[in-house]
Protein backbone atom coordinates (compact mmCIF):
# COMPACT_ATOMS: atom_id res chain seq x y z
CA UNK A 1 0.00 0.00 0.00
CA UNK A 2 1.21 3.68 -0.96
CA UNK A 3 1.49 6.36 1.79
CA UNK A 4 1.34 9.48 0.37
CA UNK A 5 4.24 11.76 2.38
CA UNK A 6 2.78 14.49 5.07
CA UNK A 7 2.27 18.01 3.28
CA UNK A 8 5.02 20.34 3.72
CA UNK A 9 4.03 23.59 5.31
CA UNK A 10 6.07 26.68 5.22
CA UNK A 11 5.61 29.62 7.98
CA UNK A 12 6.43 33.19 7.56
CA UNK A 13 7.24 33.88 10.91
CA UNK A 14 10.04 31.34 10.47
CA UNK A 15 11.99 32.41 7.52
CA UNK A 16 14.06 35.21 6.23
CA UNK A 17 13.04 36.11 2.58
CA UNK A 18 15.30 37.20 -0.31
CA UNK A 19 14.74 41.14 -0.19
CA UNK A 20 16.48 41.31 -3.94
CA UNK A 21 13.03 40.25 -5.72
CA UNK A 22 14.97 40.15 -9.40
CA UNK A 23 17.44 37.98 -7.79
CA UNK A 24 15.31 35.73 -6.86
CA UNK A 25 12.65 35.59 -9.69
CA UNK A 26 14.65 37.04 -12.48
CA UNK A 27 12.20 37.67 -15.70
CA UNK A 28 11.17 34.03 -17.67
CA UNK A 29 8.00 32.95 -18.98
CA UNK A 30 5.99 33.57 -21.88
CA UNK A 31 2.08 33.38 -22.67
CA UNK A 32 1.14 29.76 -21.46
CA UNK A 33 3.59 29.79 -18.70
CA UNK A 34 2.23 29.07 -15.37
CA UNK A 35 5.29 30.49 -13.62
CA UNK A 36 5.56 34.24 -15.27
CA UNK A 37 7.60 36.77 -13.52
CA UNK A 38 8.70 40.15 -14.08
CA UNK A 39 6.45 40.76 -17.44
CA UNK A 40 6.85 44.55 -18.36
CA UNK A 41 3.48 43.45 -21.45
CA UNK A 42 0.95 42.30 -18.86
CA UNK A 43 -2.20 44.38 -18.18
CA UNK A 44 -4.96 44.50 -16.32
CA UNK A 45 -8.49 45.94 -15.98
CA UNK A 46 -7.91 47.20 -12.31
CA UNK A 47 -4.55 47.65 -12.49
CA UNK A 48 -3.49 51.25 -10.89
CA UNK A 49 -1.42 53.81 -11.92
CA UNK A 50 2.18 52.71 -12.20
CA UNK A 51 1.45 49.31 -10.30
CA UNK A 52 3.65 46.66 -11.67
CA UNK A 53 2.96 43.38 -11.80
CA UNK A 54 5.59 41.01 -10.41
CA UNK A 55 4.13 37.39 -10.81
CA UNK A 56 1.59 36.12 -12.96
CA UNK A 57 0.61 32.48 -11.65
CA UNK A 58 -1.50 29.65 -12.95
CA UNK A 59 -1.80 26.42 -11.76
CA UNK A 60 1.00 23.73 -12.29
CA UNK A 61 0.71 22.39 -15.96
CA UNK A 62 0.92 18.50 -14.34
CA UNK A 63 -2.33 19.32 -12.83
CA UNK A 64 -3.74 19.45 -16.57
CA UNK A 65 -2.61 15.73 -16.91
CA UNK A 66 -6.46 14.22 -15.53
CA UNK A 67 -8.26 16.10 -18.37
CA UNK A 68 -5.99 15.48 -21.35
CA UNK A 69 -5.44 12.21 -20.58
CA UNK A 70 -9.47 12.06 -20.46
CA UNK A 71 -9.50 13.57 -23.78
CA UNK A 72 -6.99 11.51 -25.28
CA UNK A 73 -8.99 8.03 -24.51
CA UNK A 74 -12.05 9.47 -25.32
CA UNK A 75 -10.94 9.78 -28.93
CA UNK A 76 -9.29 6.56 -28.82
CA UNK A 77 -12.09 4.88 -27.64
CA UNK A 78 -14.11 6.77 -30.42
CA UNK A 79 -12.58 5.65 -33.24
CA UNK A 80 -12.57 1.90 -31.62
CA UNK A 81 -15.77 1.95 -31.35
CA UNK A 82 -16.42 3.13 -35.19
CA UNK A 83 -13.80 0.28 -36.16
CA UNK A 84 -16.11 -2.64 -35.04
CA UNK A 85 -18.16 -4.67 -37.54
CA UNK A 86 -21.94 -3.78 -36.15
CA UNK A 87 -21.62 -0.09 -37.55
CA UNK A 88 -20.60 -1.18 -41.09
CA UNK A 89 -24.51 -1.51 -41.25
CA UNK A 90 -25.13 2.12 -40.40
CA UNK A 91 -26.07 4.41 -43.02
CA UNK A 92 -23.30 6.53 -44.09
CA UNK A 93 -24.71 9.97 -43.33
CA UNK A 94 -25.72 8.32 -39.71
CA UNK A 95 -21.99 7.61 -39.36
CA UNK A 96 -20.61 11.40 -39.95
CA UNK A 97 -23.55 12.77 -38.07
CA UNK A 98 -21.87 10.19 -35.05
CA UNK A 99 -18.66 11.42 -36.30
CA UNK A 100 -19.45 15.35 -35.69
CA UNK A 101 -21.20 14.56 -32.76
CA UNK A 102 -18.09 13.40 -30.84
CA UNK A 103 -15.62 15.94 -32.08
CA UNK A 104 -18.17 18.36 -30.94
CA UNK A 105 -18.54 17.08 -27.33
CA UNK A 106 -14.59 16.33 -27.14
CA UNK A 107 -13.59 19.88 -28.58
CA UNK A 108 -15.89 21.35 -26.09
CA UNK A 109 -14.46 19.43 -23.25
CA UNK A 110 -10.96 20.71 -23.64
CA UNK A 111 -11.70 23.74 -24.83
CA UNK A 112 -13.65 24.47 -21.27
CA UNK A 113 -11.01 22.87 -19.52
CA UNK A 114 -7.79 24.60 -21.13
CA UNK A 115 -10.10 27.78 -20.72
CA UNK A 116 -10.36 27.11 -16.86
CA UNK A 117 -6.91 26.68 -16.60
CA UNK A 118 -5.89 29.84 -18.52
CA UNK A 119 -8.02 32.51 -17.51
CA UNK A 120 -8.03 31.33 -13.66
CA UNK A 121 -5.05 33.30 -12.69
CA UNK A 122 -3.03 34.70 -9.26
CA UNK A 123 -1.66 37.62 -9.97
CA UNK A 124 1.19 39.20 -7.36
CA UNK A 125 2.13 42.92 -8.04
CA UNK A 126 4.15 45.42 -6.28
CA UNK A 127 0.63 46.57 -4.20
CA UNK A 128 -1.31 43.77 -3.56
CA UNK A 129 -2.11 40.03 -4.09
CA UNK A 130 -5.21 39.13 -6.90
CA UNK A 131 -6.74 36.03 -7.42
CA UNK A 132 -8.96 35.79 -10.21
CA UNK A 133 -11.25 32.73 -11.00
CA UNK A 134 -12.73 32.33 -14.32
CA UNK A 135 -16.43 31.07 -14.33
CA UNK A 136 -17.63 31.55 -17.51
CA UNK A 137 -16.65 33.88 -20.78
CA UNK A 138 -18.82 36.67 -19.58
CA UNK A 139 -18.27 36.56 -15.42
CA UNK A 140 -15.58 35.91 -13.41
CA UNK A 141 -15.10 36.78 -9.57
CA UNK A 142 -11.78 38.86 -8.87
CA UNK A 143 -10.53 38.83 -4.74
CA UNK A 144 -7.67 40.72 -3.64
CA UNK A 145 -5.70 42.14 -0.59
CA UNK A 146 -3.15 45.03 -0.34
CA UNK A 147 0.06 43.91 1.65
CA UNK A 148 -0.87 46.09 4.29
CA UNK A 149 -3.71 43.93 5.15
CA UNK A 150 -1.40 40.83 5.06
CA UNK A 151 -1.27 38.99 8.22
CA UNK A 152 0.65 35.43 7.09
CA UNK A 153 1.41 33.50 4.21
CA UNK A 154 1.83 29.74 3.89
CA UNK A 155 2.10 26.84 1.61
CA UNK A 156 1.52 23.63 1.56
CA UNK A 157 2.73 20.86 -0.95
CA UNK A 158 0.62 18.16 -1.95
CA UNK A 159 2.84 15.04 -0.66
CA UNK A 160 4.78 12.84 -3.20
CA UNK A 161 3.36 14.80 -6.62
CA UNK A 162 3.61 18.19 -5.06
CA UNK A 163 7.35 18.08 -4.20
CA UNK A 164 8.55 15.92 -7.27
CA UNK A 165 7.17 18.82 -9.39
CA UNK A 166 7.62 21.43 -6.93
CA UNK A 167 4.52 22.81 -6.81
CA UNK A 168 1.38 23.43 -4.16
CA UNK A 169 -1.15 26.25 -2.82
CA UNK A 170 0.08 29.21 -0.96
CA UNK A 171 -2.23 30.32 1.45
CA UNK A 172 -2.66 34.25 2.32
CA UNK A 173 -4.61 35.04 5.50
CA UNK A 174 -5.81 39.02 5.41
CA UNK A 175 -7.51 41.30 7.96
CA UNK A 176 -10.66 39.68 9.45
CA UNK A 177 -12.69 42.09 7.63
CA UNK A 178 -10.91 41.28 4.07
CA UNK A 179 -11.83 37.69 2.50
CA UNK A 180 -8.43 34.79 2.69
CA UNK A 181 -7.04 34.13 -0.28
CA UNK A 182 -5.31 31.31 -1.60
CA UNK A 183 -3.37 30.31 -5.00
CA UNK A 184 -4.13 26.62 -5.57
CA UNK A 185 -1.47 24.73 -6.90
CA UNK A 186 1.02 26.76 -8.08
CA UNK A 187 4.71 26.32 -9.01
CA UNK A 188 8.00 27.46 -6.82
CA UNK A 189 5.71 28.13 -3.67
CA UNK A 190 8.12 28.45 -1.78
CA UNK A 191 9.28 31.52 -4.16
CA UNK A 192 5.89 32.76 -4.46
CA UNK A 193 5.72 33.09 -0.50
CA UNK A 194 8.91 34.80 -0.56
CA UNK A 195 8.07 37.23 -2.29
CA UNK A 196 5.28 38.49 -0.83
CA UNK A 197 6.69 38.28 2.30
CA UNK A 198 9.16 40.40 1.02
CA UNK A 199 6.45 43.18 0.32
CA UNK A 200 4.80 42.88 3.24
CA UNK A 201 7.16 43.72 4.98
CA UNK A 202 8.02 46.92 2.62
CA UNK A 203 4.38 48.11 2.87
CA UNK A 204 4.99 47.92 6.61
CA UNK A 205 8.10 50.04 6.76
CA UNK A 206 6.12 52.59 4.22
CA UNK A 207 3.37 52.72 6.85
CA UNK A 208 5.91 53.16 9.71
CA UNK A 209 7.40 56.23 8.53
Do not use: C
Request: charged share 20%; no cysteine; aromatic share 16%.
Amino acid sequence: MYTENMPKVYESGTHTEDTEVKQLIPPSGGVLSAFLSQPKWVTFDTAEDKEKVILVLKRHWVTNVPWILGATLFIFGFFVLLAFPMFSFVPARFQVVGVIFGFLIITAFIFENFLNWFYNVFVITDRRVIDIDFRSLIYREISQSYFGQVENVTFTQPGFWGTLFNYGTVMIQTAAEVVNIEFEDVPEPEKVVKVIISHMQASKEKTSE
